[in-house]
């Protein structure tokens, strides 16, 4: 009998303790035919990054997966960036900063997939912009690999001071 209470008792505390740890989404959407990540992230004000985070493993890194009539998730409770700037073609991190009247520092932590030359910005891409880091934690730790589309077009590169 006591060894039913123990695993009953183990059963009910790590289900607990794991409803605790998942994220909850805060604000969903049904996928069309014909969307993209990132016109998805852009006609919904949420970050191409933080987008791939709160689906991850659903949606695949170039987001060539998206089903119909599925349900995703734009972002999780805490975690939901909404001021979000879509990449032009010759935006540049510190252009991007500039604009949403934000540092490089907090561009870069809101955007973890952006690399340190600020080389891989790519037209159509959504970041986050917000004046508070309010980025997703990263599955594992390491921050989720966001591509563009295979026909994307990079921005440009940057000035050598955004790092």
Same mark, same amino acid.
């Given at each position: ?23 909850? %989404?805060?604000?969903? $959407?049904? #996928?069309? +035919? @014909? =969307? &993209? /990540? *990132?016109?998805?992230?852009? !006609? ?36 939901? %960036?909404?001021?979000? $700037?879509? #990449?032009? +073609? @010759? =935006? &540049? /991190? *510190?252009?991007?900063?500039? !604009? ?54 990079? !921005? ?8």
């Amino acid at each position: 009998m006591f060894s039913k209470v123990v695993v009953i008792l183990a059963a009910v505390f790590t289900a607990k303790f794991a409803a605790a740890q998942a994220p909850q %989404c805060a604000r969903n $959407y049904t #996928v069309q +035919l @014909g =969307d &993209t /990540c *990132d016109s998805i992230s852009a !006609a919904n004000n949420a970050s191409t990054y933080q987008l791939a985070v709160a689906n991850w493993p659903t949606i695949n890194d170039d987001c060539t997966n998206l089903q119909p009539n599925s349900t995703i998730c734009l972002g999780d409770v805490g975690e939901d %960036c909404q001021t979000t $700037y879509v #990449v032009k +073609l @010759g =935006d &540049t /991190c *510190d252009g991007v900063s500039y !604009a949403a009247g934000i540092n490089d520092t907090i561009l870069v932590l809101n955007n973890p997939q952006i690399d340190q030359g600020c080389s891989n910005l790519y037209v159509g891409e959504v970041l986050c912009v917000a004046s508070n880091v309010v980025v997703p934690p990263a599955p594992g730790g390491t921050p989720v690999n966001v591509e563009g589309p295979p026909s994307s077009t990079p !921005a440009t590169g940057d000035l050598p001071y955004c790092q």
